[in-house]
Structure formats: C-alpha cells, structure tokens
C-alpha cells in the first residue's frame, strides 16, 4: 500500500511541476530558516548547563533599597561564602571570583598584556566542573602565587613545553607558579576567563568587612534543599554581620534603618539563568558584573522562537493554499477512487503521503541550503554554530522526524478536505464553483501578510532605535578620541608616555581615568553635608586626573574642575547634574560629600559637570562622583584626541610609543565610537537577524501569492476572455484581478499595526533613551508589502489579460 501511496505521490509531483516546485521550494526556506533560528535557540537555552551540578549552583546578590534607591548588586562581601558554609549545612561549598586588575605576564622573550585574568578559590574546581589536563583540582590554587591556565594560553606561552613548574613574571615584579593547565571554557559559559589566579595571594581578600562588595560569590546547596525557604534564612546573616557594621556607618540602629522603609537582603540565583535573566527577571545592574561577563535577553529567545515558527507557519500555510486551490482539479479522482470502493482513510494516507513526500525533499535541500548560508549566519549572530549531521547521532533521526511532523501539519486539512467530498456532488458542474470560493485561502494569505508586515515594522523600528543610538548627544564629543584598554600601567611609566605623546602636534590632549562604557564602573554611599541616614546617596565614581573635561569636552556647570594651582584637589571632588539633583541642593559648591563606609572620609564639592552617559543607552544616566587620583581601580583607560588630520600616521605613532615604553607588548587600542557601538551588538545583530528574516518572510509569502495568482488567473481565464470580448479594457481586467489580493493585504495592515507596535513598544522600554515609534513606518511597511504583492500578481494578471480570448474560447 505505501509503494502504491509514493508512485502515486510521485506522479501527481511530476504532473504539477509548477506547484510541487514552488511547495518545495517555500517549505525548503521555511524549514532552514527555522533549523538556523532552533540552532541558535539551542545555543542561548545551553548557556552553563554542560557543568556537571549545574543545577545546584547558586549566584548570591544584594538586593537593597535605600531611601527609595533600589540596587541589585551581585557582587558580595569577601567574608560571605565561608560563613555560608560554616552556618547553614544546606551549603556544601563555595567560591569567589574576584578582579585585581589585568596583568602584563612574562615568560623569557613573550610578553602579553592579558585582559581576562580573574582571581578564584582553591575550591573553584569543586563548585565548577572545569577539566583539568594538568594538576589536582584540589590544591592547584591552594597556595599564594599559584596561577592555573587554559590550554589555549598554555599553548600561546609555552608551546609544548609542560607548563606546570613554569614561572610566569606579572607587572615585571612578581613571580608566579603554573599548577595547572584547564580546558578553555565553552563558547556557551557566561563567565570564561584565560588565567585563574590563588585568591590566597591578595591578603584583602581575607577580610571581615561586611560593606565592601567586591567579589561574585557561588553557592552548591545540597541535593533537595529548596532554594526559595533557604533564600529567607539569609537574613539571619543579615542581622547579624551586616547590620552591625551598617549601624556604625549609619550613626542609628540597624533596626531603625530598616523601620525608615529600607531593605538589604541576599537572594539566590540560579547559574543556569545569569545568561538570559540577569537584568530582566532579577533586575541585576549590569554594571555590578564584571566587564567580562557574557549576558543576553530571554526576550530576543522568544522573538527569534516566534520568527521561526511564523517563517515556517508561511511555508505551511503556502502548501495548503495551493493543495486546496487545486482540489477542484483532484475532485474528480477522489469521486472515482470513492465510486471504486476506495475509503476516507486510504485517501487521507495517499494525500499524506504526497505532503510528507514534499517535505523530505524540502528537508533534503534544506541541509544544502543552510550549509552553504551557516557561514553568513554565524557572522551576523557572532556564533558559531554547525549543522553536526555526522557528529550527533540524533540529527539526522530529528530532521526525519521533523520533515514528517511538517509533512503531517502541512498535509493534514488538504487530505481531510479532498478525502471529505461525495462523489453525489464531485460530479456536478456547480461543485468547482462552489469549492473556488473558499475563504480559507483567503484568510491564510491574510495571515501570512499580517506576518510579514508585522517583521517589516520590527525592523524598521530596530533600525530606527540603533541610529538614535548612533547620533544621539552623549554629553561628550566621542569623535576622534582613540582609547588605550591600559588598564593600570605604573604611574611612572605613564607620565613618559604621556609626554612622549604630546611631543606629537597632531595628539591635542589625553587623560587617564578609571574605565568607562564596560560593565564595573564602582560605586559607593554617600551623604550630602551630614551622616544622616536619611540622606544617602548611591552614586558610582570615576578616578580622573586634570585633563579629563578637555579630552572629552564635556561642559562644566558650575565652579570648576580639578587644577594643578590648588594643591587641596586631592581632597576635593567633582559631581554630575544628576548627583546635584539627588543632593537637592541648587548651589552644592564648597559644600561637603561624605562618603560612608568603615572609614568616612570628607570631601569638597568644587565643580558640577553636565550628565555624560558613561554606560550604554540602556541605563539612566545616574549620580557620578569624580575623583582626583591616579587610577587606582583595577581597570584604566588612557583616551587621547587626536586631529582629524593624518589620522593614520598619529595612530602609528601611538602604538610605536607605546611598544617602545611597554617592551614590545602589544597595544590593546581602538576608537571609542567603536567601543560605543559594542554595547549595542545585541541589538545590532538582532536588527541584521530581523531583515534577513523579514526578506525571507515576505519572499515565501510572495511566493505562495505567485502560485494562487497563477492558478486563479487560469480558473478565470476563459472569465477574462468573455469579459475582453464584451470590450472590457486591459486596465479594467487587471483591475479586477488585483482588486482581491489589495484587500487582502489592507486587511493584513490593520491586523498587524496594532501587534506590532505592542510587541516593539515592549522592546524599547529596554532602553532608557530611546527614540518615539515614527507611525510613518507602519504607513510604508504597508505600501512596500502592497506593492511587493501586486508586482507579484500583476505578472499573472498581465499575462491573462492581454491573452488572444480566441485561444481560452476555442473549445467552447
């Protein structure tokens, strides 16, 4: 029976060439659209889940809010982990990431500046399953100066010599010992670094100060233990190391604080979610994670899930216009077949047959296509995914599985619908009148229209949003500043490459200052001209040195910035417009900041600069606090304004300097709107992700209009010639032809404006800046889709129209 059932399938493929080919071809785009979009579904649901106890790690952060200041931080206190462990047996163990600032490591001629070098305990190994190729993951970060590579740095260094012995030489100074080689991170790790070094070796890290957060601390919760009723015994430490420590920073009792309306608390969460719902579902500040930190949004998950099923609801709702606008041409054999003794069940599998049939052709061209397009792929997502038809077992096996699914969704009504008629009514001439006016395909092409047009307006609005990005005023002018990722170079060493630079003319200023535009811009409580808990204030701080206004030209308000006249600067500090909003005050200048901690310190206000945006457009600009100092964070940059002229030679320039004054290393330099641009490559990638799919979604839908263009202009051929006969004009036909499909399309606008301005209004409320929804765009989204649609039928309806009549009436 199913040899009977494919020969027929065959048959029937070969007797419509025209509509087999444009089903394959629909549902062969639909399918790799779809395989492309799950591969890179797959890729952001993977995220930390190939660790081998995944699912019992825990993130611990603060959630606080303060004087109606609310922060979520997860970076905790040093003392927090050990005293998890020693006060609650729910914690099997812990460990804690730390930054101290990148290195320049050294081994005999090689010398490399490295960027992703993070400090860790010595049971790092315990909580994350990370392979060790060389070394006993118990104690190769045991001792003080211990370092623990990747194989890829290993190999960069080393060669193939072993490097476990092997000293390394940070910062020219410090020697430390190679104990062990690791396997490089997976691509699909929110944290990956290059070097792990031995928390034991910074004696900072052995403190009880329960206010200074600095590290990202991990939780294993023993098998059972439900993190929500755990979550709520935190506060138990709350109250009893953090609050004592906060009442004498506060000057009231931790009680009090808490009576005012204020919160502090730890919470939980899962290491399998960081990736996708740090900021949105925890409300994490971005900025609290370290600059390395790989993030992303749930949101573009369920966007591109519902891109790919409507780009494959397109290609399936393609093959069942066209199978049903051709059943008046199969009525006939399904009536004979049914005269013959032929049942409902035996037809529904001969017409499955044939869908599935088309489908696994699809699904075999397909895999052609998307191997030949992967590449392209992965260069506008920044992955890199592979098909693994050969590595996976499963995958061939889930494509068959698929292509029959597809097969069984496209072909199930079609089969139902042409098994469904009597052979009483197959016969009378009236039935392929009847049938022709189904308004089932009416309303599917409406559907897919409303899809298509709905992807066009994302787009547009996408693209809108990332040139408002692109121009808006940032408070600085971000031309020609080119920016050195220095990231704590001596203070020495610094001031001669400073004075090497200015020799040049055409390098006009340059300022060294803590980092910018990366996540780890510090922050700190202050107090506006008391120590009164009501007047805390959060604010982040830059440590800045004299030239910082003039390399960035940001404007001063009011008093003045930093100057080497005024020896007392050290002492002083500069704020922001927002900061002077939060202190309430309209003339803050010569007044005090305190800022709190175990040890207050008092400083003079002596400047206020306009708001700059030091963070990406997603976030408000916030209270900023400048500070004269050399950088002692663990991250710097040193910024330089170069002319405008020989732009190339002054570039060549800077990093011949800087070689020559670094002993070779390499420079780690580029320009600051290209660093601007990096914090939207989400958004970006998401934009180039959206047209191509838009293209690909209105070209399927044009698609399946061509081939009902095609097939209704030939059931109304003989229509048209009578009509031509009678004097109708070739304007008048083709306005008759047209007339449906523009209302369908009209039809399909009113639907999908108001879905898609809800869904887009949604996404810009991710940023904190954004640009309006210009109503224009819905406007031209429509007419580019009508017009897209009736150059596609107009090809037909042309052809039909100005048909010699005599050819379509001879029979007659």
Same mark, same amino acid.
């Given at each position: 029976?199913?040899?009977?059932?494919?020969?027929?399938?065959?048959?029937?493929?070969?007797?419509?060439?025209?509509?087999?080919?444009?089903?394959?071809?629909?549902?062969?785009?639909?399918?790799?659209?779809?395989?492309?979009?799950?591969?890179?579904?797959?890729?952001?649901?993977?995220?930390?889940?190939?660790?081998?106890?995944?699912?019992?790690?825990?993130?611990?952060?603060?959630?606080?809010?303060?004087?109606?200041?609310?922060?979520c931080?997860?970076?905790?206190?040093?003392?927090?982990?050990?005293?998890?462990?020693?006060?609650?047996?729910?914690?099997?163990?812990?460990?804690?990431?730390?930054?101290?600032?990148?290195?320049?490591?050294?081994?005999?001629?090689?010398?490399?500046?490295?960027?992703?070098?993070?400090?860790?305990?010595?049971?790092?190994?315990?909580?994350?399953?990370?392979?060790?190729?060389?070394?006993?993951?118990?104690?190769?970060?045991?001792?003080?100066?211990?370092?623990?590579?990747?194989?890829?740095?290993?190999?960069?260094?080393?060669?193939?010599?072993?490097?476990?012995?092997?000293?390394?030489?940070?910062?020219?100074?410090?020697?430390?010992?190679?104990?062990?080689v690791?396997?490089?991170?997976?691509?699909?790790?929110?944290?990956?670094?290059?070097?792990?070094?031995?928390?034991?070796?910074?004696?900072?890290?052995?403190?009880?100060?329960?206010?200074?957060?600095?590290?990202?601390?991990?939780?294993?919760?023993?098998?059972?233990?439900?993190?929500?009723?755990?979550?709520?015994?935190?506060?138990?430490?709350?109250?009893?190391?953090?609050?004592?420590?906060?009442?004498?920073?506060?000057?009231?009792?931790?009680?009090?604080?808490?009576?005012?309306? *204020?919160?502090?608390?730890?919470?939980? =969460?899962? /290491? $399998?979610?960081i990736? &996708?719902? %740090?900021?949105?579902?925890?409300? +994490?500040?971005?900025?609290?994670?370290?600059?390395?930190?790989?993030?992303?949004?749930?949101?573009?998950?369920?966007?591109?899930s519902?891109?790919?099923?409507?780009?494959?609801?397109?290609?399936?709702?393609?093959?069942?216009?066209?199978?049903?606008?051709?059943?008046?041409?199969?009525?006939?054999?399904?009536?004979?077949?049914?005269?013959?003794?032929? *049942?409902?069940?035996?037809?529904?599998? =001969?017409? /499955? $047959?044939?869908?599935? &049939?088309? %489908?696994?052709?699809?699904?075999l +061209?397909s895999?052609?296509?998307?191997?030949?397009?992967?590449?392209?792929?992965?260069?506008?997502t920044?992955?890199?995914?592979?098909?693994?038809?050969?590595?996976?077992?499963?995958?061939?096996?889930?494509?068959?599985?698929?292509?029959?699914?597809?097969?069984?969704?496209?072909?199930?009504?079609?089969?139902?619908?042409?098994?469904?008629?009597?052979?009483?009514?197959?016969?009378?001439?009236?039935?392929?009148?009847?049938?022709?006016?189904s308004?089932?395909?009416?309303?599917?092409?409406v559907?897919?229209?409303?899809i298509?047009?709905?992807?066009?307006?994302?787009?547009?609005?996408?693209?809108?949003?990332?040139?408002?990005?692109?121009?808006?005023?940032?408070?600085f002018?971000?031309?020609?500043?080119?920016?050195?990722?220095?990231?704590?170079?001596?203070?020495?060493?610094?001031?001669?490459?400073?004075?090497?630079?200015?020799?040049?003319?055409?390098?006009i200023?340059?300022?060294?200052?803590?980092?910018?535009?990366?996540?780890?811009?510090?922050?700190n409580?202050?107090?506006?001209?008391?120590?009164?808990?009501?007047?805390?204030?959060?604010?982040?701080?830059?440590?800045?040195?004299?030239?910082?206004?003039?390399?960035?030209?940001?404007?001063?308000?009011?008093?003045?910035?930093f100057?080497?006249?005024?020896?007392?600067?050290?002492?002083?500090?500069?704020?922001?417009?927002?900061?002077?909003?939060?202190?309430?005050?309209?003339?803050?200048?010569?007044?005090?900041?305190?800022?709190?901690?175990?040890?207050?310190?008092?400083?003079?206000?002596?400047?206020?600069?306009?708001?700059?945006?030091?963070?990406?457009?997603?976030?408000?600009?916030?209270?900023?606090?400048?500070?004269l100092?050399?950088?002692?964070?663990?991250?710097?940059?040193?910024?330089?304004?170069?002319?405008?002229?020989?732009?190339?030679n002054?570039?060549?320039?800077?990093?011949?300097?800087?070689?020559?004054?670094t002993?070779?290393?390499?420079?780690?330099?580029?320009?600051?709107?290209?660093?601007?641009?990096?914090?939207?490559?989400?958004?970006?990638?998401?934009?180039?992700?959206?047209?191509?799919?838009?293209?690909?979604?209105?070209?399927?839908?044009?698609?399946?209009?061509?081939?009902?263009?095609?097939f209704?202009?030939?059931?109304?051929?003989?229509?048209?010639?009578?009509?031509?006969?009678?004097?109708?004009?070739?304007?008048e036909?083709?306005?008759?032809?047209?007339?449906?499909?523009?209302?369908?399309?009209?039809?399909?606008?009113?639907?999908?404006?108001?879905?898609?301005?809800f869904?887009?209004?949604?996404?810009?409320?991710?940023?904190?800046?954004?640009?309006?929804?210009?109503?224009?765009?819905?406007?031209?989204?429509?007419?580019?889709?009508?017009?897209?649609?009736?150059?596609?039928?107009?090809?037909?309806?042309?052809?039909?129209?100005?048909?010699?009549?005599?050819?379509?009436?001879?029979?007659?």
């Amino acid at each position: 029976m199913i040899k009977n059932y494919l020969k027929i399938a065959v048959r029937n493929l070969k007797k419509n060439k025209g509509y087999s080919l444009i089903n394959i071809f629909g549902l062969t785009i639909g399918i790799a659209c779809c395989v492309m979009i799950l591969l890179y579904i797959r890729n952001e649901l993977s995220y930390d889940k190939f660790y081998k106890n995944s699912d019992s790690i825990y993130r611990v952060y603060i959630k606080s809010s303060i004087n109606g200041q609310e922060n979520c931080n997860c970076k905790t206190a040093a003392p927090l982990g050990n005293t998890l462990v020693h006060d609650f047996p729910e914690v099997i163990t812990y460990t804690r990431i730390g930054f101290f600032g990148n290195h320049v490591l050294k081994y005999k001629d090689k010398v490399f500046r490295e960027r992703r070098l993070y400090t860790a305990d010595s049971n790092f190994f315990n909580v994350f399953s990370l392979p060790l190729i060389s070394g006993n993951p118990n104690k190769v970060l045991s001792r003080p100066n211990s370092i623990v590579m990747t194989e890829s740095e290993a190999k960069k260094y080393f060669g193939d010599e072993n490097p476990v012995g092997k000293i390394l030489i940070a910062d020219y100074q410090t020697s430390y010992m190679v104990t062990g080689v690791m396997k490089d991170f997976p691509v699909n790790s929110s944290f990956r670094c290059d070097f792990l070094l031995s928390m034991s070796t910074y004696t900072v890290t052995k403190n009880d100060d329960w206010l200074n957060m600095s590290y990202i601390t991990y939780i294993v919760l023993k098998n059972g233990t439900d993190p929500a009723v755990f979550q709520k015994k935190l506060k138990k430490i709350v109250y009893a190391h953090v609050g004592p420590q906060a009442e004498s920073v506060l000057g009231i009792s931790f009680s009090e604080f808490l009576n005012k309306g *204020n919160t502090w608390n730890f919470y939980l =969460q899962p /290491l $399998t979610s960081i990736y &996708l719902y %740090s900021q949105n579902e925890y409300g +994490i500040d971005t900025n609290s994670e370290f600059a390395q930190q790989s993030t992303s949004d749930i949101d573009y998950v369920y966007i591109f899930s519902a891109v790919a099923v409507f780009i494959l609801l397109l290609a399936i709702i393609n093959f069942i216009n066209l199978t049903t606008a051709k059943s008046e041409t199969r009525s006939k054999e399904v009536g004979i077949k049914k005269t013959l003794g032929s *049942n409902k069940t035996k037809l529904i599998g =001969q017409f /499955l $047959t044939e869908s599935i &049939l088309v %489908s696994l052709f699809s699904v075999l +061209i397909s895999i052609t296509l998307i191997e030949i397009t992967l590449p392209y792929f992965n260069q506008i997502t920044g992955k890199n995914f592979n098909l693994e038809l050969l590595n996976n077992v499963y995958t061939v096996p889930g494509l068959i599985l698929f292509a029959v699914i597809i097969g069984i969704i496209s072909g199930s009504y079609p089969a139902f619908y042409l098994s469904s008629f009597k052979p009483i009514h197959l016969f009378k001439s009236g039935f392929e009148k009847r049938i022709k006016k189904s308004t089932l395909r009416s309303g599917l092409v409406v559907v897919q229209f409303t899809i298509s047009i709905a992807l066009i307006v994302g787009t547009f609005i996408i693209r809108d949003q990332l040139q408002y990005i692109q121009h808006k005023d940032l408070g600085f002018n971000k031309e020609q500043l080119y920016a050195i990722k220095n990231f704590g170079i001596p203070e020495n060493k610094l001031q001669v490459i400073e004075h090497e630079l200015l020799k040049n003319p055409d390098v006009i200023s340059l300022t060294n200052s803590s980092i910018m535009f990366f996540h780890g811009v510090p922050g700190n409580g202050y107090s506006y001209n008391n120590r009164q808990v009501s007047n805390i204030i959060s604010s982040q701080y830059l440590d800045v040195d004299y030239n910082f206004l003039k390399t960035f030209k940001i404007s001063l308000l009011k008093g003045r910035f930093f100057s080497k006249e005024f020896g007392a600067d050290t002492t002083s500090l500069v704020i922001n417009e927002a900061m002077k909003n939060q202190c309430g005050a309209e003339d803050p200048i010569g007044k005090e900041l305190i800022q709190m901690g175990n040890q207050t310190r008092a400083y003079r206000i002596i400047g206020v600069i306009k708001n700059f945006n030091y963070q990406s457009l997603h976030e408000q600009i916030k209270p900023l606090v400048l500070f004269l100092s050399p950088v002692n964070q663990a991250a710097s940059i040193l910024t330089i304004r170069v002319s405008s002229a020989n732009i190339k030679n002054t570039i060549t320039f800077i990093n011949n300097t800087w070689k020559k004054f670094t002993g070779g290393e390499e420079i780690y330099a580029s320009f600051m709107d290209q660093d601007l641009a990096n914090l939207y490559k989400s958004e970006e990638r998401a934009g180039k992700v959206a047209a191509l799919f838009s293209g690909l979604a209105i070209f399927i839908a044009c698609l399946g209009l061509f081939g009902l263009a095609s097939f209704i202009t030939e059931q109304r051929k003989k229509e048209i010639s009578i009509r031509k006969v009678l004097g109708a004009s070739v304007f008048e036909l083709l306005n008759m032809l047209l007339k449906e499909f523009t209302k369908w399309i009209i039809i399909a606008n009113v639907i999908a404006w108001p879905a898609a301005y809800f869904i887009m209004h949604n996404w810009l409320e991710n940023f904190a800046y954004r640009t309006n929804i210009n109503f224009g765009i819905f406007i031209l989204s429509g007419i580019m889709t009508l017009i897209i649609a009736l150059a596609t039928v107009s090809t037909h309806a042309i052809r039909a129209a100005r048909a010699n009549p005599v050819k379509s009436l001879k029979y007659e």
